[in-house]
Nanobody, 120 residues
Framework: QVQLVESGGGLVQAGGSLRLTCAVS????????MAWHRQAPGKRREMVAWITRNGDTSYPDSVKGRFTISRDNAKNTVYLQMNSLKPEDAAVYYC??????????????WGQGTQVTVSS
């Protein structure tokens, strides 16, 4: 069994910063690509940052230059640094990762989400 647990969400004023953390635990051999997604009320879930095991990253234009994804492979942890936050960044943020498990399976897993609220 594999668990992804997000932390670091909260309330921040527009223009402020937050750092989200996603810790992976369980029966994993290694984590492949990982990503952060978000979903605001009434909207579709969207990916906001993606990182390969080697550290290559990708962002949509809506967050490029403000959000930075990083990872620590030794700790099976991925981070999302969010700067210059805007009210439209408010959402539940989810961590997603592809794990190679001890059962020799390659599967996608999701965390339970962490709320980010941005006041104007």
């Amino acid at each position: 069994q594999v668990q992804l647990v997000e932390s670091g969400g909260g309330l921040v004023q527009a223009g402020g910063s937050l750092r989200l953390t996603c810790a992976v635990s369980g029966s994993i051999v290694s984590m492949s690509a990982m990503a952060w997604h978000r979903q605001a009320p009434g909207k579709r879930r969207e990916m906001v940052a993606w990182i390969t095991r080697n550290g290559d990253t990708s962002y949509p234009d809506s967050v490029k230059g403000r959000f930075t994804i990083s990872r620590d492979n030794a700790k099976n942890t991925v981070y999302l640094q969010m700067n210059s936050l805007k009210p439209e960044d408010a959402a539940v943020y989810y961590c997603n990762g592809r794990a190679f498990t001890t059962a020799l399976e390659l599967k996608d897993y999701w965390g339970q989400g962490t709320q980010v609220t941005v006041s104007s």
